[in-house]
């Protein structure tokens, strides 16, 4: 049974920084490409952050690009989101999902998924 779980979301204000955590099991988690997206509450799911499988490539979409960082540790199967410089517009939850498919930060790419945190960004 694959599982992705998700940690390390919360309350946090303006300038502020989070660590997200991704625990995965049940799949060959080096293998992966993996990914973080995010929801806010009204809007579509977006890719936030994605990495390949040995760490080689990172992508990210514009609106986090230079502000958060995505690793991952294949000897621990997890996968880490840095958010640093937070504001209100990252307020959302955030999942993480590993790849079925080949577009990067597309949602339909991604066949199993976390069951997300909640992150809140105050002023």
């Known amino acids: 049974q694959v599982q992705l779980v998700v940690s390390g979301g919360g309350s946090v204000q303006t300038g502020g920084s989070l660590r997200l955590y991704c625990s995965v099991s049940g799949l060959i988690f080096r293998t992966f490409r993996m990914a973080w997206f995010r929801q806010a509450p009204g809007k579509e799911r977006e890719g936030g952050a994605a990495?390949?499988?040995?760490?080689?490539?990172?992508y990210y979409a514009a609106s986090v690009r230079g502000r958060f960082t995505v690793s991952r540790d294949n000897t621990r199967n997890t996968l880490y989101l840095q958010m640093n410089s937070l504001n209100s517009e990252d307020t959302a939850m955030y999942y993480c999902?590993?790849?079925?498919?080949?577009?990067?930060?597309?949602?339909?790419?991604?066949?199993?998924w976390g069951q997300g945190t909640q992150v809140t960004v105050s002023s």
């Open positions: 999902a590993a790849a079925a498919g080949n577009e990067i930060l597309q949602p339909q790419s991604y066949k199993y």
């Open positions: 990495i390949t499988p040995t760490s080689v490539y990172t």
